[in-house]
């Protein structure tokens, strides 16, 4: 699993101010409309960052985040506020009983599975994985986790009421929600570790920052 990147803190950069505990009061029937139609628009987006690649990928995957995000917040305010129960590797899922992947939380909001894959999406598997026994060694996260996008410290927000998560009531860490990741790449599929905009973060306000990545690997 990946490890934490290094994070900005909100004083260094611009915060949309936005809360994702006060959102409230959509019906169902309108966050499944609004849902299907930000899956259409990031599907027609991916497709064409197939063809063109670079810049365009990197701008399919941020929204492809963008409507996981809008997807997310709908999903809290539908449920008490709290945050999904989601495994970060499906495929080497542990708990008893089995949590679902993050395509499969969203399911009901993001009808257009072409939202969870990343253009830029690969993975090489070794030899001695047991994965190997389904898919071959040139592969992608979308294959074998069902999503290019990995969520973020399962452990600490799993049915834990928004803004009330562990890592929120850090004492002195100077942590708000623009600095909380809740979703991101598996890796770095836009660039090396470093580089400018190598991959995106969806953070706990519900918006998507590009970031350098410096510690991932």
């Given at each position: 699993?990946?490890?934490?990147?290094?994070?900005?803190?909100?004083?260094?950069?611009?915060?949309?101010?936005?809360?994702?505990?006060?959102?409230?009061?959509?019906?169902?029937?309108?966050?499944?409309?609004?849902?299907?139609?930000?899956?259409?628009?990031?599907?027609?987006?991916?497709?064409?960052?197939?063809?063109?690649?670079?810049?365009?990928?990197?701008?399919?995957?941020?929204?492809?985040?963008?409507?996981?995000?809008?997807?997310?917040?709908?999903?809290?305010?539908?449920n008490d506020q709290r945050w999904p129960a989601v495994a970060?590797?499906?495929?080497?899922?542990?708990?008893?009983?089995?949590?679902?992947?993050?395509?499969?939380?969203?399911?009901?909001?993001?009808?257009?599975?072409?939202?969870?894959?990343?253009?830029?999406?690969?993975?090489?598997?070794?030899?001695?994985?047991?994965?190997?026994?389904?898919?071959?060694?040139?592969?992608?996260?979308?294959?074998?986790?069902?999503?290019?996008?990995?969520?973020?410290?399962?452990?600490?927000?799993?049915?834990?009421?928004?803004?009330?998560?562990?890592?929120?009531?850090?004492?002195?860490?100077?942590?708000?929600?623009?600095?909380?990741?809740?979703?991101?790449?598996?890796?770095?599929?836009?660039?090396?570790?470093?580089?400018?905009?190598?991959?995106?973060?969806?953070?706990?306000?519900?918006?998507?920052?590009?970031?350098?990545?410096?510690?991932?690997?």
């Open positions: 699993m990946s490890p934490l990147p290094k994070l900005e803190t909100a004083a260094r950069r611009r915060s949309t101010g936005r809360s994702p505990v006060r959102r409230r009061g959509l019906a169902r029937g309108e966050v499944v409309l609004i849902a299907a139609v930000m899956a259409a628009g990031a599907a027609v987006v991916w497709r064409g960052a197939g063809r063109s690649g670079g810049a365009a990928a990197r701008a399919a995957c941020r929204a492809n985040l963008e409507a996981i995000g809008r997807a997310l917040s709908a999903y809290v305010a539908q970060r590797l499906p495929s080497m899922e542990y708990h008893d009983p089995r949590w679902p992947g993050l395509a499969e939380v969203l399911a009901p909001l993001i009808p257009e599975r072409g939202v969870f894959r990343c253009p830029g999406d690969e993975r090489v598997l070794d030899e001695s994985s047991p994965l190997r026994a389904q898919f071959p060694a040139r592969t992608t996260y979308y294959e074998t986790e069902g999503s290019s996008y990995e969520w973020v410290l399962q452990e600490l927000r799993a049915g834990q009421r928004v803004g009330r998560d562990p890592l929120a009531r850090a004492s002195g860490a100077g942590l708000g929600p623009a600095d909380q990741p809740i979703v991101w790449e598996y890796r770095p599929f836009h660039g090396s570790a470093g580089e400018p905009g190598a991959f995106h973060v969806l953070y706990a306000d519900f918006v998507v920052r590009p970031s350098r990545g410096e510690d991932r690997r």
